[in-house]
T-cell receptor, first 112, second 112 residues
Framework: GQNIDQPTEMTATEGAIVQINCTYQ??????LFWYQQHAGEAPTFLSY??LDGLEEKGRFSSFLSRSKGYSYLLLKELQMKDSASYLC?????????????WGLGTSLAVNP | DAMVIQNPRYQVTQFGKPVTLSCSQT?????MYWYQQKSSQAPKLLFH???????NEADTPDNFQSRRPNTSFCFLDIRSPGLGDAAMYLC???????????FGPGTRLTVL
């Protein structure tokens, strides 16, 4: 089967650093995505990893280890507006399959 | 600005009364997706189009149909909405050679 696991909830303090983990078991692998979703709004793209290593984009970084089926999203200098759900999604098959397999999301609460 | 537009943002219908949700895009993307998302759940892919090629998910109920009359527009028809169909419906677009999906703001459907 295909499965993506991430913690349900996390809490952090404004200005701190938080790491949200994601592990996956899929029949194939063709990239991993992180999306941010505020309550009642659509997901917005944060990052994409297809090769092992760290991708940095401003306050957000994403890491991938394909051999371990593991990724994390690192958020630095947390702001109140970062309170949202963070969704990990994997493109499980190459070729013509353009579908994403989604995790349930991690709800992050940033406290003052 | 190039974007994905969904109308209406909020839709109320009665049990069993057909309803149509619309999505349009100015990105000229080949692929258009329809997702259903219920509270605290991951987006669930209903179907997607690659150009005019329609791809239905195996577990999408027959109650859900879709039309894509041209590149810019895509419609989701729910023939006989049940109470369990109340959800956020997300439209997304993508390019074959690009992995990111661009989401519209969603339509929140209420079934009375």
């Amino acid at each position: 089967g295909q499965n993506i696991d991430q913690p349900t909830e996390m809490t952090a303090t404004e200005g701190a650093i938080v790491q949200i983990n994601c592990t996956y078991q899929t029949s194939g692998f063709n990239g991993l995505f992180w999306y941010q979703q505020h309550a009642g709004e659509a997901p917005t793209f944060l990052s994409y990893n297809v090769l092992d290593g760290l991708e940095e984009k401003g306050r957000f970084s994403s890491f991938l280890s394909r051999s371990k089926g593991y990724s994390y999203l690192l958020l630095k200098e947390l702001q109140m507006k970062d309170s949202a759900s963070y969704l990990c999604a994997v493109r499980g098959d190459a070729g013509n399959n353009r579908k994403l397999i989604w995790g349930l999301g991690t709800s992050l609460a940033v406290n003052p | 600005d190039a974007m994905v537009i969904q109308n209406p943002r909020y839709q109320v219908t009665q049990f069993g009364k057909p309803v149509t949700l619309s999505c349009s895009q100015t990105l000229n993307h080949n692929v258009m997706y329809w997702y259903q998302q219920k509270s605290s759940q991951a987006p669930k892919l209903l179907f997607h189009y690659y150009d005019k090629d329609f791809n239905n998910e195996a577990d999408t109920p027959d109650n859900f149909q879709s039309r894509r009359p041209n590149t810019s527009f895509c419609f989701l028809d729910i023939r006989s909405p049940g109470l369990g169909d109340a959800a956020m419906y997300l439209c997304a677009t993508g390019v074959r050679t690009n992995n990111e999906q661009f989401f519209g703001p969603g339509t929140r459907l209420t079934v009375l």
